[in-house]
């Protein structure tokens, strides 16, 4: 009996430890900085165009694309020259804009959740 109980309590611990380690572990890392460029002659799934930007801190220049901010509540971010951006992005570029060209051709951008930018639309 106490060799099934001990047998359980290992199991329930390692199953516990494994979950946490599986949750801790999330694909999308932090981004930030200045919106340096926006490519010209691409747009993204949310119909904004892919930019790039001089970081603040360690992470990739860009580009950067197919915001899902409305996802989490922030639906009309400013995406253009000059504006400060922070969010969280994938850091596996993906195919997920396409030229305006016939036929469009794949643009391979970071995914990103863009949390907020520095500049307010305007209404």
Do not use: H, N
Not at 86 to 105: A, D, E, K, N, R
């Amino acid at each position: 009996m106490i060799k099934r109980i001990v047998s359980i309590a290992i199991f329930v611990t390692g199953t516990a430890f494994l979950a946490t380690q599986a949750l801790a572990f999330s694909p999308l890392l932090p981004f930030g900085g200045k919106i340096t460029a926006i490519v010209p002659g691409a747009i993204c799934s949310d119909a904004k165009t892919p930019f790039t930007i001089m970081p603040s801190g360690i992470v990739p220049a860009g580009p950067y694309g197919g915001t899902a901010s409305a996802l989490i509540g922030f639906p009309t971010e400013v995406i253009m020259p000059g504006v400060w951006v922070l969010g969280l992005y994938l850091p596996t570029p993906l195919p997920i804009c396409f030229t305006t060209t016939v036929p469009p051709v794949p643009v391979f951008a970071m995914p990103v959740y863009v949390i907020g930018t520095s500049k307010a639309p305007s209404l």
